[in-house]
């Protein structure tokens, strides 16, 4: 069993930047792909980024490519996605989500795809 923990999220002005972090705890979380959804009020959760388990192959959603970074300290057990320039319709609340993925580079962009997930932490962005 994986427990997910989001933090970071808050109230930022347009262009401004947030790091947001997920912190685990249960198996260890090296043999884990991690991932970041986003679900905005009356729409789908939708996906953001993906990390394998080695951290050495990144996926992201084409509405935030160039903008997102994500990344994982496997010895520190955490997951952040740096996110900048960020605009009004990036407000949503931010889930990191995890799934056994050991020596596999594949993509996971579904949310059936992972097994584990987060409370969420909400990200607002003011015009």
């Known amino acids: 069993q994986v427990q997910l923990v989001e933090s970071g999220g808050g109230l930022v002005q347009a262009g401004g930047s947030l790091r947001l972090s997920c912190a685990t705890s249960?198996?260890?979380?090296?043999?884990?792909?991690m991932g970041w959804f986003r679900q905005a009020q009356g729409k789908e959760r939708e996906f953001v980024a993906h990390?394998?388990?080695?951290?050495?192959?990144?996926y992201y959603a084409d509405s935030v490519k160039g903008r997102f970074t994500i990344s994982r300290d496997s010895a520190k057990n955490t997951g952040n996605l740096q996110m900048n320039s960020l605009q009004p319709d990036n407000t949503a609340v931010y889930y990191c989500?995890?799934?056994?993925?050991?020596?596999?580079?594949?993509?996971?962009?579904?949310?059936?795809?992972?097994?584990?997930w987060g409370q969420g932490t909400q990200v607002t962005v003011s015009s």
């Open positions: 989500a995890a799934r056994p993925a050991y020596r596999t580079s594949r993509y996971y962009t579904r949310r059936e795809d992972y097994n584990y």
């Open positions: 249960g198996r260890t979380f090296s043999g884990y792909a």
């Open positions: 990390i394998d388990w080695s951290g050495g192959n990144t």
